[in-house]
C-alpha cells in the first residue's frame, strides 16, 4: 500500500465555472477532486489544502509556507510520495523553487490541467491521477521535483508553459521530457545528472527580470536599484547581448552590490562570450554581471533568490551546474 499526500494550491484543476461561464479557482477542495479520480485500490491518498488561488497570485512567502509544508509531511516516513496541484501559469516557478529546496529523496510531484473538470476534452483528473501514480513509483527515487502534464513527465529545471490553453501546455525546448505514463504505466527514460539542495531561510529576497530589446534604456535598472532589488536577471538576446543604452545603469547597480546575470531569450543554447561590442556578453561580464548559462529568465530568478537566501559566496559557479 502506497501513501501519497496531495497539497493543494488552487489553479484552473480547482476551477468551476460561475453563471457567466467564466472560472473561478477557489471553488474545488482537494477532497473533492479525489473523489473523482477513481484511484487505485493499493493508494492512500492524504488531502491538505494549503491555497486556493489563481497561480499569478502566489508570492514568494506563500512558496516558503509551501516548502516548509513539504518539508513537515515528509517527516512522515509513511508517505512515499507528495503531489502539488497547482494553476498553469506559474507552475514552472514554483516546481524549480521546490526542486532546489526540497532535498527529500521521495519524489515531489507538480502538475495541474488546462481545463476545468467542467469543461469538454478535460485534463484535470487525468493529469492528477498520472501524477499520484507517478509520486508512487519507487524508480523515481531522488528525482527532486518534477511536473506531469499529458501523460509526460518534465525536469523542473527545463519545463516551461508553452501554449496558453492547449492540452500539450508544457514543453522542455531542446531537452525533451523524462518519461511518458502510457496507458497507466509509468516509464522513465532518463533523469538529470545533478540533483541540487540549498538550505534557505524563511525570506526570499526580491529579484527582478528585465528585458532587452532595440533602444532598450537603463530605466528599469535604474528602478530597481531605487526600491531596493537584491537581484536582477537581464534577459538578453542570441548569445546575452544588451542595448548598449543599459550598461551605464548595469554598471551602477553592480557597484551597489546588486547580483546580475544575464540570460538569452533564445528557446535553445546559452551565454556565450562571442563579441566585444558594447552590450555584449563579455562586456556585462567584465562589469561584473554573472552568465546565466542555458536558464530561462523564470528559472534564473527563482534560482538566484534561493542562492541569495541560501548566502552562497560563488553565485556564478552556482549558475554552471
Aim: proline share 2%; net charge negative; charged share 25%.
Amino acid at each position: 500500500m502506497k501513501k501519497i499526500a496531495l497539497i493543494t494550491t488552487g489553479g484552473t484543476i480547482a476551477s468551476k465555472k460561475d453563471r457567466d461561464g467564466l472560472l473561478t479557482c477557489t471553488e474545488m477542495k482537494g477532497d473533492e477532486l479525489a473523489k473523482l479520480c477513481e484511484l487505485p485500490s493499493d493508494i492512500t491518498l492524504e488531502v491538505h489544502n494549503l491555497f486556493q488561488l489563481p497561480s499569478m497570485h502566489l508570492s514568494f512567502n506563500m512558496l516558503i509556507i509551501l516548502k516548509n509544508k513539504v518539508g513537515k509531511l515528509f517527516q512522515d516516513k509513511s508517505v512515499d510520495g507528495i503531489v502539488i496541484t497547482h494553476g498553469t501559469d506559474s507552475l514552472e516557478e514554483t516546481s524549480y523553487f521546490l526542486d532546489l529546496t526540497v532535498g527529500d529523496r521521495r519524489p515531489v510531484v507538480v502538475t495541474g490541467s488546462q481545463r476545468s473538470t467542467e469543461s469538454i476534452g478535460s485534463d484535470a483528473l487525468i493529469n492528477l491521477r498520472h501524477s499520484i501514480s507517478v509520486a508512487s513509483e519507487n524508480k523515481l527515487d531522488n528525482i527532486g521535483t518534477i511536473v506531469v502534464f499529458n501523460e509526460r513527465i518534465w525536469s523542473s529545471r527545463y519545463v516551461k508553459k508553452v501554449d496558453a490553453s492547449n492540452l500539450q501546455g508544457f514543453n522542455a525546448f531542446g531537452f525533451g521530457y523524462l518519461g511518458v505514463i502510457d496507458n497507466g504505466v509509468v516509464n522513465l527514460f532518463q533523469r538529470p545528472l545533478i540533483r541540487e539542495f540549498y538550505d534557505i531561510n524563511d525570506e526570499l529576497p526580491p529579484v527582478d527580470i528585465i528585458k532587452s530589446y532595440i533602444d532598450a534604456d537603463g530605466k528599469f535598472i535604474n528602478a530597481a536599484i531605487q526600491n531596493n532589488i537584491k537581484g536582477i536577471i537581464l534577459e538578453g538576446s542570441g548569445g546575452g547581448q544588451v542595448s548598449p543604452l543599459m550598461m551605464d545603469e548595469v554598471s551602477r547597480a553592480v557597484k551597489k552590490g546588486i547580483k546580475i546575470v544575464i540570460t538569452t531569450s533564445s528557446e535553445e543554447g546559452k551565454v556565450g562570450f562571442s563579441y566585444n561590442d558594447k552590450g555584449s556578453a563579455i562586456d556585462l561580464y567584465n562589469q561584473g554581471v554573472i552568465s546565466g548559462f542555458d536558464y530561462d529568465s523564470k528559472k534564473a530568478r527563482i534560482k538566484l533568490a534561493v542562492l541569495l537566501s541560501a548566502n552562497e559566496e560563488n553565485i556564478e559557479s552556482e549558475f554552471l551546474k
